[in-house]
T-cell receptor
Framework: GAGVSQSPSNKVTEKGKDVELRCDPISGHTALYWYRQSLGQGLEFLIY????????KSGLPSDRFSAERTGGSVSTLTIQRTQQEDSAVYLC?????????????FGPGTRLTVL | AQTVTQSQPEMSVQEAETVTLSCTYD???????LFWYKQPPSRQMILVIRQEAYKQQNATENRFSVNFQKAAKSFSLKISDSQLGDAAMYFC?????????????FGTGTRLKVLA
């Protein structure tokens, strides 16, 4: 596809369950970013990948959050033992190269609801 | 601490009029980049305009322009001839490199309503 895609678009889960959120970046984009957008809040930067490696994981809110990227393409954000405060929209973005001036192309997001 | 502040949670503008969205940031970096992103109701965020901090000239993209005041750490977005399609959340963002990595910081957003 031409743009960044994310799946699922919506996810409802019960507290304590694990969830996996998927991001397919634009083909050829080497950098990939994950953000969390809570109601009334800005975008909270979680993690970014240069290729398959993540040089900075400090944005992950807790050790229940993890992310990986394989083949320099698809990325998965995993949240273990979900809590109600994890409810948010999770946005993925990609860019061509990793530099602070690069435009990020965003996906439509995954809305996560933890009951 | 690096922060981005958007003090206007919501703004309204009449169609065809001009509106300015404010953004201030706090940084100790000398080289960085500033962005305005638009998030329409469809949720997919798109870049509106970008400004390099070392450039004094304000960036312009068609009806969108910025007023970049580096000393004041201010980066406002002006939308001229507002259109109904401009209605969206607008996020100001700031990025810089540090210790071989990159940081991206977004503000909390301003919801723009365009009145017909």
């Amino acid at each position: 596809g031409a743009g960044v895609s994310q799946s699922p678009s919506n996810k409802v889960t019960e507290k304590g369950k694990d969830v996996e959120l998927r991001c397919d970046p634009i083909s050829g984009h080497t950098a990939l970013y994950w953000y969390r957008q809570s109601l009334g809040q800005g975008l909270e930067f979680l993690i970014y990948f240069q290729g398959n490696s993540a040089p900075d994981k400090s944005g992950l809110p807790s050790d229940r959050f993890s992310a990986e990227r394989t083949g320099g393409s698809v990325s998965t954000l995993t949240i273990q033992r979900t809590q109600q405060e994890d409810s948010a929209v999770y946005l993925c973005a990609s860019s061509f190269g990793y530099a602070s001036y690069n435009e990020q192309f965003f996906g439509p997001g995954t809305r996560l609801t933890v009951l | 601490a690096q922060t981005v502040t958007q003090s206007q949670p919501e703004m309204s503008v009449q169609e065809a009029e001009t509106v300015t969205l404010s953004c201030t940031y706090d940084t100790s970096e000398s080289d960085y980049y500033l962005f305005w992103y638009k998030q329409p109701p469809s949720r997919q965020m798109i870049l509106v305009i970008r400004q390099e901090a070392y450039k004094q000239q304000n960036a312009t993209e068609n009806r969108f322009s910025v007023n970049f005041q580096k000393a004041a750490k201010s980066f406002s977005l002006k939308i001229s001839d507002s259109q109904l399609g401009d209605a969206a959340m607008y996020f100001c963002a700031y990025s810089f490199s540090t210790s071989g990595t990159y940081k991206y910081i977004f503000g909390t957003g301003t919801r723009l309503k365009v009145l017909a």
